[in-house]
T-cell receptor
Framework: GAVVSQHPSWVICKSGTSVKIECRSL??????MFWYRQFPKQSLMLMAT?????????EQGVEKDKFLINHASLTLSTLTVTSAHPEDSSFYIC?????????????FGPGTRLLVL | AQKITQTQPGMFVQEKEAVTLDCTYD???????LFWYKQPSSGEMIFLIY??????QNATEGRYSLNFQKARKSANLVISASQLGDSAMYFC?????????????FGTGTQLKVEL
């Protein structure tokens, strides 16, 4: 099946630093990728839709200047958490849509655990 | 209003038994897709099964089947012959519109525990 990778798998950083998370589609091209955030014991919340070659579409309440998204190629989207603070500590997951004949699915990366001290 | 509702925060099932995880949805869009994902403690989201709103038959994938009742707007996941490895969080999700951003809206999840 389609594979989506993320790097790094976990990161610990000091408050005020920026962290970049990469999301790659390994065996397919993804014109659209999605970034989600998940706090402990909670569901996934969509942060933004990343479109190859154009600006990302952010969900209401998500600061676009804080969560910078770049989708420079059909296989790579990056999320940069700028000036991270402890409240940004979370599990960040990317996904990409894949058509499966008459059906479809979205495959998810393994996630990145961010801890801001 | 919640678009995806999972009313069971936690479920227990004995090994080898079948279990049904409930999911109801709310949409006025005639075209939508329903998904189930499994999230073990490692955090990865594992795709299980998909049902399109126009699909005539209930989706099945191995031990997983989706009980799609369109009029009731429910899409329950049935896991047959439960295994210890099925213990995980299960999320129901919906994609509205034909293409419409393709973004998924998730339910709050059901924590399934399979016991010996």
């Amino acid at each position: 099946g389609a594979v989506v990778s993320q790097h790094p798998s976990w990161v610990i950083c000091k408050s005020g630093t920026s962290v970049k998370i990469e999301c790659r589609s390994l065996d397919f091209q993804a014109t659209t990728m999605f970034w989600y955030r998940q706090f402990p014991k909670q569901s996934l919340m969509l942060m933004a839709t990343s479109n190859e070659g154009s600006k990302a579409t952010y969900e209401q309440g998500v600061e676009k200047d804080k969560f910078l998204i770049n989708h420079a190629s059909l296989t790579l989207s990056t999320l940069t958490v700028t000036s991270a603070h402890p409240e940004d500590s979370s599990f960040y997951i990317c996904s990409a849509r894949v058509s499966l004949g008459a059906g479809e699915t979205q495959y998810f990366g393994p996630g990145t655990r961010l801890l801001v001290l | 209003a919640q678009k995806i509702t999972q009313t069971q925060p936690g479920m227990f099932v004995q090994e080898k038994e079948a279990v049904t995880l409930d999911c109801t949805y709310d949409t006025s869009d005639p075209s939508y897709g329903l998904f189930w994902y499994k999230q073990p403690s490692s955090g990865e989201m594992i795709f299980l099964i998909y049902q399109g709103s126009y699909d005539q038959q209930n989706a099945t994938e191995g031990r997983y089947s989706l009980n799609f009742q369109k009029a009731r707007k429910s899409a329950n996941l049935v896991i047959s012959a439960s295994q210890l490895g099925d213990s995980a969080m299960y999320f129901c999700a919906m994609r509205e519109g034909r293409g419409g951003g393709n973004k998924l809206t998730f339910g709050t999840g059901t924590q399934l525990k399979v016991e010996l």
